[in-house]
T-cell receptor, first 112, second 109 residues
Framework: DAGVTQSPTHLIKTRGQHVTLRCSPISGHKSVSWYQQVLGQGPQFIFQYYEKEERGRGNFPDRFSARQFPNYSSELNVNALLLGDSALYLC???????????FGQGTRLTVV | GQNIDQPTEMTATEGAIVQINCTYQTSGFNGLFWYQQHAGEAPTFLSYNVLDGLEEKGRFSSFLSRSKGYSYLLLKELQMKDSASYLCAVNQAGTALIFGKGTTLSVSS
């Protein structure tokens, strides 16, 4: 069984650019959440989607947006990148939003 | 407000027992999770508590007291491979996982 897969694994972008990160959940999981993890800190919640609808949003600016597709995969978009957006972006899937979350390997984003 | 506190660093020796504490104050509670994260890797699930008491799973156990806003992760028979960051996370109202900053555990021989 494939776990949560994220692409790309590493990415380097320039300030001001836009980035799209992708996530495929575990088969049968309908909930996808996105987290940002800065070095030395715990993950911070960005978004949760369940059945293609946004169920929760963390304290992030409007430059961050996401969506979930009919096959339950998800994209996280970040516009007008700042140096401070450099982090590990984690996607987690769960059967329902409140059950155990399984994390993907993450996308390491570096903004220069 | 929301706050999850856990010690920043802990050290222990192989074969020993270590207890990592976590206290939380959140606006909602739908369970507490412990995750292990090795450097550069994704968090992996260790345990889940939603009712008070102790959950045991092999060398790892987790305890929850909802009235005290307190949990701990107990690691027995420590091995070098247990050197990692341990993350306490509260599921808030069925949506977000609110994480603590993590406890870096170093196991020495």
């Amino acid at each position: 069984d494939a776990g949560v897969t994220q692409s790309p694994t590493h990415l380097i972008k320039t300030r001001g650019q836009h980035v799209t990160l992708r996530c495929s959940p575990i088969s049968g999981h309908k909930s996808v959440s996105w987290y940002q993890q800065v070095l030395g800190q715990g993950p911070q919640f960005i978004f949760q989607y369940y059945e293609k609808e946004e169920r929760g949003r963390g304290n992030f600016p409007d430059r961050f947006s996401a969506r979930q597709f009919p096959n339950y995969s998800s994209e996280l978009n970040v516009n007008a990148l700042l140096l401070g957006d450099s982090a590990l972006y984690l996607c987690a899937s769960s059967f329902q939003g409140s059950t155990e979350a399984f994390f993907g390997q993450g996308t390491r984003l570096t903004v220069v | 407000g929301q706050n999850i506190d856990q010690p920043t660093e802990m050290t222990a020796t192989e074969g020993a027992i270590v207890q990592i504490n976590c206290t939380y104050q959140t606006s909602g509670f739908n369970g507490l999770f412990w995750y292990q994260q090795h450097a550069g890797e994704a968090p992996t699930f260790l345990s889940y508590n939603v009712l008070d008491g102790l959950e045991e799973k092999g060398r790892f156990s987790s305890f929850l007291s909802r009235s005290k806003g307190y949990s701990y992760l107990l690691l027995k028979e420590l091995q070098m491979k247990d050197s990692a960051s341990y993350l306490c996370a509260v599921n808030q109202a069925g949506t977000a996982l609110i994480f603590g900053k993590g406890t870096t555990l170093s196991v020495s021989s």
